[in-house]
């Protein structure tokens, strides 16, 4: 086994390994958390220095992170937040939660991506984990990211290690949060697969491992997209029965009886929170390289697109 791989597991395993967590937002936060009551030393980065300042004091932004478990974490100095990014070159393992937005145009914005990218590859040592945890098209991994870490010279797989595992948090969830929620991994290589793997299985109720970052990375954009094309279809039969008659809500609760073949979604103004309006996509996007136009996804966003006006119309149609 690689001498480097070799080092780093057994830090992981003694949860020795430092952890560094990039974009303190709802997906980064409870990560760091997670790790934090796991028994792992973890810094958090983030350009946003009223972030950073909030979380030295203690105060958290999050509603199911509370100020008393970051103050107990801080009085222990297991943890500390930082917009000093030379501090990556302290980490074993760096975890990328950033946004990955649509752009004016539609297309993919992997700018927070690819900029934080770039700064970990300017402290970039031998030995180090990078994973990306953001929701991204199939290749950012393999082919945006790992030509600017390997740009100093390190290669990936053997010299540093790389890997994909989509972040599934579900803020409010009350019944799963980061850790008893299953992980999806793809690394570069078998080592790289290796080592995140097992870091994840320090934190994780159950890893679930796949052969490529790409694999890892459609994995999250089939969650997404089934939801997003399953919210559609029930928006439309809303509209089809409402026309007829039929009261949709009886129909998914008569459907719902059945005890195999059919999982219940409900209608609504359209789809809300970041992911599903926008990870479809960046499928989308990435489909056109490969001459395939998705007809489903852009129904199913044209029609959940269509749906708040939809309500207003039906709002303002309402007697008094």
């Not at 393992?93 to 937005?101: G, Q």
């Not at 998914?252 to 999982?263: D, E, L, Q, T, V």
């Not at 926008?278 to 199913?300: G, M, N, S």
Request: aromatic share 10%.
């Amino acid at each position: 086994m690689n001498k480097e791989v070799t080092k780093l597991l057994k830090k992981i395993e003694a949860k020795e390994a430092r952890i560094g967590v990039i974009g303190l937002g709802y997906v980064g936060l409870p990560l760091v958390k997670t790790f934090l009551q796991k028994g792992f030393r973890v810094t958090g980065f983030d350009i946003d220095q009223k972030k950073i300042d909030m979380l030295n004091r203690g105060r958290s932004y999050i509603r199911h992170i509370s100020a008393a478990e970051l103050k107990d974490f801080l009085g222990r100095k297991k943890f500390k937040a930082s917009s000093n990014f030379q501090g990556l070159r302290d980490i074993d393992a760096i975890l990328i939660c950033v946004p990955t937005p649509l752009d004016g145009h539609g297309s993919p914005d992997l700018s927070y991506v690819l900029n934080s990218t770039i700064t970990v590859a300017e402290h970039i040592r031998k030995g180090q984990l990078v994973i990306l945890e953001s929701t991204t098209y199939p290749g950012t991994t393999d082919d945006e990211m790992l030509p600017i870490l390997e740009a100093g010279g390190l290669r990936g797989g053997r010299d540093s290690f790389l890997a994909f595992s989509p972040e599934r948090e579900d803020p409010g969830n009350k019944n799963f949060s980061t850790a008893t929620t299953p992980k999806v991994v793809g690394g570069l290589t078998p080592d790289c697969l290796r080592v995140a793997k097992a870091l994840y299985d320090q934190i994780i109720v159950r890893t679930v491992p796949v052969s490529s970052t790409k694999a890892a990375e459609s994995t999250k954009l089939l969650e997404n997209i089934f939801r997003s094309v399953n919210i559609a279809l029930v928006n439309e039969l809303k509209m089809i029965f409402d026309r007829m008659g039929i009261d949709v809500w009886e129909v998914i609760r008569a459907a719902s009886s059945k005890p195999f073949g059919f999982m219940p979604f409900y209608p609504g103004p359209g789809l809300g929170g970041h992911c599903i309006p926008l990870d479809p996509f960046y499928l989308t996007w990435k489909a056109k390289e490969v001459d395939y136009q998705t007809k489903f996804i852009e129904l199913a966003g044209e029609i959940n697109t269509f749906m708040p006006y939809y309500v207003r119309e039906k709002t303002v149609a309402a007697p008094p």
